[in-house]
Nanobody, 121 residues
């Protein structure tokens, strides 16, 4: 099983990024996928999730700026991040669990290695 997140980088406040997470080794279409982030010295926080039936939830802090999507044909999920703020700076992780999604990071079975997003003011 592998989840590989990529697409992070250094951007100015107000800018945009598109993160991707490519999965392999499990039946992608049967899994809920989530994005989490962890800033230095802070806990891992839920960002967004999309279930196997494409139900979507967002953390309140990112609603209206972040968009999660999935492409089952490519075994990939995406996180479009707009209107970036310095407080969005963190390592972003993708994670998978069967069918549904959860805001609790401990309930996910599979994790990617993370991709760093740095937002300058």
């Amino acid at each position: 099983v592998q989840l590989q997140a990529y697409g992070g980088g250094l951007v100015q406040a107000g800018g945009s990024l598109r993160l991707s997470c490519a999965a392999s080794g499990f039946t992608f279409g049967d899994y809920g996928l989530g994005w989490f982030r962890q800033a230095p010295g802070k806990e891992r926080d839920f960002v967004a999730g999309i279930s196997w039936r494409r139900s979507i939830i967002y953390a309140d802090s990112v609603k209206g700026r972040f968009t999660i999507s999935r492409d089952n044909a490519k075994n990939t999920i995406y996180l479009q991040i707009n209107s970036l703020k310095p407080e969005d700076t963190a390592v972003y992780y993708c994670a998978g669990r069967p069918m549904t999604i959860s805001t609790n990071w401990q309930s996910y079975d599979y994790w990617g290695q993370g991709t760093l997003v740095t937002v300058s003011s």
